[in-house]
């Protein structure tokens, strides 16, 4: 015979702040995380929460995630947020969580398909991301043109959405803009896409106008690569890494698509806290857009503002429409 | 496979000529193929540039299999060094002659150390550098978290963009090292008695020759090779991050085992590494030149791996149904 | 003065030496004599720094030496030629033989003088090889001339040579031996370990006889000893040489194994032999003769490219050893027993075993419980002296390993098996007895083809035998086992042949 | 890598008699030891390792896994030849097990057949390679990993809309969450060992077995020990290849399985970070990358070493730099103490 569950069924809700330790864990080692350190360390102050802490160990691997997720539970972690590696695995880690009575949020991506087994998905709509940047690029060429789409992985469902967003744009040029190329997997590391973007500058600079980059490695590669090239190419890079934004000033980069993850990490540590202390979800598994932003030459001294407006506007919402407190 | 000593002996040049024929051919082909894209200036620039990390690493690893040892450190020594020069170039403030040499010397440090490590503690050096391979990963991260460092040194970028006779000047600087290798394994005393040591250490040892300096002497000179890659990718690269040298593991032993080099130790060639460096840079490009998706053109690697093994096979069959 | 005084070594499981002494003068070739795994490798190789001594002295001129390594023993000036072959395939043959002292410039390696180093050794042995040629190229015989010449190298005042002409026929045995006499009339001393009785009287003066690690005889005049006598001492009680019971061969049977006009890929023409059950032919040669080539191409490792071979009146295309042991119950014992013959790296058990685990099996799965009964009966029969029958078969002395070559094909019990130089480096008594042995097995109606470069051996144990000389069969003779009248009739049979066009080819030409 | 091992041993020693190495000095024995000391360690530093549920029982299916893994690539070290393939092998597998399922509705045992079929082939097709054009299995395989890397995604692409399957078997649930404490007969509930344990240990007996008492499997290591040796006694040398790579394929496919249960899905990373490791456990293990000898046990303590010590690290919470820095350490000081040990022993043993 089987045994219930039910000694895993320990209560969730009704605990006190200074009871709710939140870890916030990224898929692995990558700039567009570090916002999420001095977050935690900001909300475990202002929410008073037991604890909040960031690990990035699990080195871009499912297993060793759920790994470093089930060490965490062991040290006494109650709350997570958590970016999962494999998109279309994530989900029975979530459930694995839920299980044992912990809140869960999918933070920075959702998982892969229409179902979201965590409480809720707080992250950058990948292709609508993708989408902007190609808009900016679109304009950035002049509305007419080549362009090229550097990205990561294939086999993750966020470069599926990636690729996605980019054609939607592209498709509503009527033709008068074309993807020429779309170069995946070069994000594991900057050398490949150092290569990668050598050689299809050497292959096809000259038909090429505009490049989209929806990953970190690659924007870093194109902009030095355009750089050293002296090739009139326009490049729309991804998030705000010192030296994207020194492209932007400098003029080798045009604008860049910028993410929120500080606001992910606050927004869902304070989502986290209130259902650990009994909120529930209105609507189970919801899907939340976090913002982009598309940064130029324009705004680059002044984009931090918006980014916090939108955070704010995040909490408000989850406060009125996507929890429900007793 | 017949069991003779003479006909193992007779083939032990023929990978390397196998490879010779394939790259020329691939070459051809594939210049054919763009309509001579791939001769244009930029391009053939950008193919050699970038062969030059994969050859010296390729060397790197193959001056420990010479003693039949592996290690699995390049990759990450290579990211390492190179952070560590942007490092002193950067955060430190020094001239970037005295980063490469900086290193060079890290590389040449930790090379022996892996060595060092081997002889005394007398466990496999795959383990040893394996272990090594993670805290040398630690170390690189630790150095700049996962930002990326630019714009140091111009006159180092500016070289490592230098091309001399359309040549790149780092890609000269690889073929130079080749060279040096070459010369060392062929001519020279000590590079003997590494050759020696590998091929029988128990002979080796016989004939009065420590095996323990050879190993030592192995690991030093390939962490020092990765040295050189380091500051060939701090200086041709622009910009350099955490993840530096995390797609040159495989590589480093594709290159000198297709080359025709044994695990087993005993024997090098640096024609062949080099070759097949040659090769794998050429499927790269012709990714780029067409546009493939990278998966197929992973399919392609093996497939071409696979028929050079095949052709080479077949030659051989032939060769010995001549006499 | 080089003295040896009470040296004890002991391996796991082993006490090799026991308190072996051994004084060695200059001017003078001093024998060191035992059986199969006396101890006399292990006393050479603690007097060349190889091992180190469990106790026990080495004194050169009363000072104590002690060795940190084989280049200790170098620098003392001691030389030596090893039981095992130990060459670095890779490596030319003048490489090989200056290895110890490579000759450099500035950390250059100078080639010029390595070749003229290497040609001036090999000049004293009086072998004719290319010093670029690799040495991977040799046959076992050449290999083992490098060897030699490698020793020569360093003039030591010291040479020691352990089993130098293991693998050598006469021709060149002789040549090495004028070369060992010339460097006793210059003042050096030199060591001979060699099973060889014949040769030992030949060259040497002195003699120390090693039994269970002791020298029961110590640096003794040989003159005024006999041949029996020493046996007797290395044996340890008297040892009466057997007389070989001899049956006739039913000349009506049809050969188990025939070869008709057969050619090969390596250049073997015109090659006719037949060996009927209960027949011993021996095949006689110099070394190079090509008579190990052809047995392989019986076998399927060399092609054939005309001819026929037949086994029992049938036609046989034998494609490699497995089909020759399953389909033609057919086996080859190998010369070459470390690369060929043995499993170094695994116990004496399964190197035994290996042939029949076919033959054990029950549903796929080996017994241990039979594997090491088999294995028991043939260290046994052969006399193999290991600690346990699980021990490592590298770790078995040189004459014990060739046992354990022999057995894994005995074990096989095949209708016609090919032995090529069994009885390298086996010692007198063990010799006697398994000549015995193969006569028996001949007598059991066994058809045996008998590789070897023993000649006394061969006309002790063959019927008839079939002499080689550069890829041909010269002549055949029925042995009526006068050794005198056989050996002149052969040695005739090779030099009487004009200089043939068929040598051997190397592969690559 | 030493040519000789030198012994020394006092001159008073008695007269040679067969002795053996004391028990402790055997290196299986020294990687208990060490692994009871590195539990005693982190237990003292976090109590929470002790933690059944969140550490011990998943510790468990982790070791299984890799432990498999380690098998896959000792099937082939037996021989002295590499798998690099592994990964993929297993990644294809168990995309044949997600298809079949998903596609024909088998259930899990079916599902699994066809996977573990096709790992074999997979397998077997890498050994013919291999043993047909004599050329080293490190090349073979790797342009094999190459080419399965890419059969994987355009796989995936056209039998799923993503890059893992939406469904799998019943069955592989219990076997990624039950343990048998799950399962009771009246009162009394087995321990809490995870319901994949007993398919890794099954699958280290099989092969232990293997090469331990079967024939083929005996073949094999003599390959592996000296093949023109193994070839001349009568030894069919190419078929022992094919069957030793076969059986690596074989094994890679049940790691690709219990990965998949563990991890919740057939998917296209499947196998991804198996290469390392699995080289890892059997090497740490003492099986030598030469051939001719293998070590299940040792395999098995090695898994369990290297994931105890990346549990333990995990517990104490290291940042990503410290962290791969202790791990390196750890995993050196815990060796060299064990090479000192096995010094030692042989010291004290020659002179028992
Ligand atoms: N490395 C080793 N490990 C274990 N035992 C060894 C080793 N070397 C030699 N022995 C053992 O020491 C003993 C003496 O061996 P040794 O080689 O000295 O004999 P030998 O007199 O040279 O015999 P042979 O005439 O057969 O060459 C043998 O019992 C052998 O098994
Ligand atoms: N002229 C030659 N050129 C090249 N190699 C030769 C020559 N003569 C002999 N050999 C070597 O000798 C071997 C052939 O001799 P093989 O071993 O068949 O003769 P054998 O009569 O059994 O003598 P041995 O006592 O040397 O075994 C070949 O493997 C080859 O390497
Ligand atoms: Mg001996
Ligand atoms: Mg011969």
């Known amino acids: 015979t089987k045994k219930s569950d039910n000694e895993t069924a320990a209560a969730s809700s009704g605990k006190a702040a200074d009871q709710v330790k939140v870890a916030l864990v990224p898929g692995g080692a990558h700039p567009y995380f570090q916002p999420w350190k001095t977050a935690a360390t900001e909300a475990k102050t202002e929410l008073k929460l037991g604890d909040a802490t960031f690990n990035e160990t699990s080195g871009w691997d499912q297993t060793k995630q759920n790994d470093v997720i089930k060490s965490l539970a062991a040290q006494g972690y109650n709350a997570f947020g958590i970016f999962g590696v494999a998109p279309e695995n994530i989900n029975s880690t979530f459930e694995d969580l839920k299980r044992q009575g912990f809140a869960v949020g999918s933070l920075a991506s959702c998982p892969a398909g229409d179902v979201n087994k965590a409480d809720f998905c707080l992250s950058t709509d990948t292709g609508e991301a993708a989408y902007k940047a190609t808009k900016a690029a679109i304009e950035a060429i002049g509305g007419k043109g080549n362009l090229v789409h550097l990205t990561g992985n294939k086999v993750d469902s966020n470069t599926q959405r990636r690729i996605a967003g ?100 606050l927004v869902g540590s304070y989502a986290l806290l209130k259902l650990s202390e009994g909120c529930t979800m209105a609507k189970p598994g919801v899907v939340v857009d976090s913002g982009s932003f598309i940064v130029t030459k324009a705004n680059v001294d002044t984009y931090e503002t918006d980014r916090k407006a939108k955070t704010d506007e995040l909490r408000t919402a989850f406060d009125g429409q996507y929890l429900t407190c007793k | ?150 714009g140091y040194s111009e006159g180092l970028r500016a070289f490592g963009r230098a091309s001399i006779l359309g040549l790149p000047a780092v890609f000269l600087v690889a073929i130079a090292v080749a060279v040096l290798v070459g010369l060392y394994f062929s001519r020279t005393v000590s590079g003997r008695k590494l050759l020696a040591s590998g091929g029988s250490p128990f002979a080796a040892r016989l004939s009065g020759i420590s095996n323990d300096r050879s190993l030592i002497t192995a690991h030093g000179l390939s962490g020092l090779l990765a040295g050189v890659a380091a500051v060939i990718t701090v200086a041709a690269s622009g910009s350099v991050n955490a993840t530096i040298g995390d797609d040159l593991l495989l590589p480093s032993f594709a290159a000198p085992i297709i080359g025709g080099v044994a695990l087993t130790g005993g024997m090098v060639s640096v024609t062949g590494t080099v070759l097949a460096a040659f090769l794998v840079r050429l499927v790269d490009v012709m990714q780029a030149q067409f546009g493939i998706n990278p998966r197929w053109v992973d399919l392609i690697i093996g497939a071409v791996v696979l028929g050079a093994v095949l052709l080479g096979t077949v030659r051989q069959k032939l060769q010995k149904g001549s006499t | 003065m080089l ?62 030496l002690q060795f940190g390594g084989p280049l200790d023993a170098q620098k003392a000036g001691i030389g030596v030629v090893h039981q095992e072959r130990n060459l670095i395939p890779a490596f030319s043959v003048g490489e090989n033989i200056v290895l110890h002292h490579l000759p450099g410039r500035a950390g250059w390696l100078d080639k010029q003088r390595m070749r003229a180093e290497a040609r001036r050794c090999l000049e004293l042995l009086e072998v004719d090889l290319d010093p670029d040629m690799p040495v991977s190229r040799l046959s076992v015989a050449q290999g083992q001339l490098v060897e030699i010449a490698k020793a020569l190298s360093l003039d030591s005042k010291v040479l020691l040579l352990d089993e130098p002409t293991a693998s050598l026929t006469g021709d060149e045995a002789d040549r090495l031996y004028s070369v060992v006499r010339r460097l006793r009339d210059s003042g050096h001393a030199v060591v001979l370990v060699s099973h060889k009785l014949e040769e030992v009287f030949a060259v040497a003066d002195t003699v120390t006889v090693l039994r269970d690690g002791r020298s029961v005889a110590e640096a003794e005049p040989l003159e005024g000893h006999t041949q029996s006598q020493i046996v007797d001492l290395m044996v340890g009680r008297a040892f009466a040489s057997i007389e070989l019971a001899r049956h006739p061969v039913d000349a009506s049977q049809t050969p188990a194994l025939r070869l008709s006009d057969v050619a090969t890929g390596l250049g073997h023409q015109d090659i006719n032999l037949s060996v009927r059950p209960g027949e011993i032919l021996g095949l006689y040669g110099l070394v190079g003769a090509g008579r190990s080539e052809l047995a392989k191409a019986v076998l399927g490792l060399e092609r054939i490219t005309a001819g026929t071979v037949e086994i029992h009146g049938k036609p046989a295309r034998i494609r490699n050893v497995g089909e020759a042991l399953r ?84 074990a096989a019990e095949c209708d016609v098996l090919i032995v090529d130089e069994p009885t390298v480096g086996i010692d007198v008594r063990t010799k006697a007895a398994f000549h015995e042995l193969i006569a028996g097995l001949a007598a059991e109606g066994l058809a045996l083809l008998l590789i070897s470069s023993d000649l006394p051996e061969t006309v002790v144990l063959a019927d008839r035998i079939a002499v080689m000389s550069e890829l041909r069969i010269v002549g055949e003779l029925d042995n009526d086992h006068d050794y005198q009248r056989m050996s002149q009739q052969i040695i005739r049979l090779i030099h009487a042949e004009p200089s043939n066009p068929g040598t051997l080819r190397p592969t690559e030409s | ?225 000296n093949m023109r040796a193994a070839e001349l006694s009568g030894i069919p040398t190419r078929y022992r290849i094919v069957q030793a790579h076969a059986l690596s394929g074989l094994i890679a496919a049940l790691a690709g399985f219990l990965l998949a249960a563990n991890n919740g899905a057939f998917s296209a990373s499947i196998g991804d970070s198996f290469l390392l490791p699995s080289f890892l456990a059997p090497v740490l293990g003492g099986t030598l990358l030469v051939g001719g000898a293998v070590s299940v046990l040792g395999t098995a303590l090695g898994a369990a070493l290297t994931q105890v010590i990346y549990k333990g690290l995990n517990l104490l919470q290291f940042q990503l730099d410290q962290l791969q820095l202790y791990i390196g350490l750890v995993l050196l000081a815990a060796l060299s103490l064990d090479r000192f040990r096995h010094v030692l022993a042989e010291r004290r043993g020659a002179k028992l």
């Open chain 1, 166 to 265: 980019v054609d939607k744009a592209v498709g509503e040029t009527a033709g008068q803009v074309k993807v020429i190329q779309v170069v995946t997997d070069i994000d594991t590391d900057l050398q490949t896409a150092q290569k990668a973007v050598a050689d299809l500058l050497a292959a096809k600079g000259t038909q090429v106008n505009g490049i989209v980059t929806t990953a970190y490695n690659p924007a870093v590669a194109a902009a030095e690569g355009i750089r050293q090239s002296k090739l009139p190419i326009k490049l729309i890079a991804i998030d705000d890494d010192k030296t994207i934004l020194d492209g932007i000033k400098d003029g080798s980069v045009s604008g860049t698509v910028l993410q929120n993850p500080a606001g992910q990490a």
């Open chain 2, 1 to 150: 496979m017949t069991l003779t000593a003479t006909s193992l002996s007779a083939t032990s040049r023929k990978p390397e000529l196998t490879l010779a024929v394939i790259a020329v051919v691939g070459f051809v082909a594939l210049a054919i193929a763009t309509g001579g894209n791939l001769l244009s200036a930029g391009t053939l620039e950008a193919f050699f540039r970038f062969l030059a990390v994969p050859i010296v690493i390729g060397l790197s690893q193959m001056v420990v299999l010479a003693v039949g040892q592996m290690n699995l450190s390049v990759g990450a020594l290579t990211g390492f060094c190179a952070m560590a020069a942007a490092w002193l170039m950067l955060e430190a403030g020094l001239p970037a002659p005295i980063a490469v040499l900086a290193a060079l010397a890290l590389g040449l440090a930790v090379g022996l150390a892996n060595g060092i490590l081997v002889v005394l503690t007398r466990i496999n050096g795959f383990i040893v550098t394996l272990a090594t391979m993670t805290i040398i990963q630690g170390l690189r991260y630790g150095v700049n978290g996962p930002d990326t460092f630019q």
């Open chain 3, 3 to 64: 003295v040896a005084e009470k040296l004890v070594k002991t391996f796991p499981g082993v006490r090799a030496l026991d308190g072996a002494n051994l004084t060695l003068r200059p001017g003078s070739v001093h024998a060191l004599l035992g059986e199969n795994g006396a101890g006399k490798s292990t006393l050479v190789k603690l007097l060349t720094g190889v091992y180190r001594p469990d106790g026990g002295r080495i004194l050169s001129d009363g000072a104590e």
């Open chain 3, 327 to 410: 389909r033609y119950r057919l086996g080859y014992v190998t010369e070459d027993r470390k690369d060929e013959g043995l499993f170094l790296e695994q116990p004496v058990t399964r190197n035994i075993a290996v042939t029949v685990w076919r033959r054990l099996a029950k549903a796929g799965f080996v017994p241990d419980r039979r594997e090491r009964a088999l294995a028991a009966t043939y260290v046994e029969r052969l006399g193999i002296r290991v600690s346990t029958p699980q021990q490592l078969a590298g770790q078995l002395s040189g004459g014990n390993q060739q046992k354990v070559s022999l057995a894994k094909w005995l």
């Open chain 4, 1 to 225: 890598m030493t040519a000789q091992v030198e012994s020394p041993a006092p001159p008073d020693a008695p007269p040679a008699k067969p002795r053996r190495l004391p028990l402790w000095a055997n290196p299986r024995i020294g990687l208990v030891v060490l692994l009871v000391l590195l539990v005693a360690l982190f237990t003292t530093l976090r109590p929470a390792f002790l933690d059944t549920r969140l550490t011990l029982t998943p510790l468990q299916s982790d070791i299984s896994v890799y432990l498999v893994v380690g098998l896959a690539q000792l099937s082939v070290l037996s021989l002295g030849h590499m798998n690099l393939a592994v990964g993929r092998m297993a990644a294809t597998s168990a995309f044949a097990m997600g298809l079949v399922h998903d596609k024909l509705g088998a259930g899990l045992i079916v599902s699994l057949a066809a996977g573990l079929l096709v790992g074999a082939l997979l397998g077997a097709l890498a050994g013919l390679i291999i043993s047909r054009t004599g050329v080293n299995s490190f090349v073979v395989t790797l342009a094999m990993d190459f080419a399965l890397v890419g059969l994987i995604t355009i796989l995936y692409a056209s039998a799923t809309d993503g890059v893992a399957f939406p469904t799998m078997p019943s069955g592989m649930e219990a076997l990624r969450f039950d343990t048998f404490a799950d399962y009771c007969m009246g009162d009394v509930c087995g321990p809490r060992i995870p319901l994949v344990v007993p398919i890794a240990i099954a699958a280290a007996l099989l092969v232990g077995l293997f090469f331990r008492w079967s024939r083929v499997g005996r073949e094999v290591l003599m390959t592996g020990s």
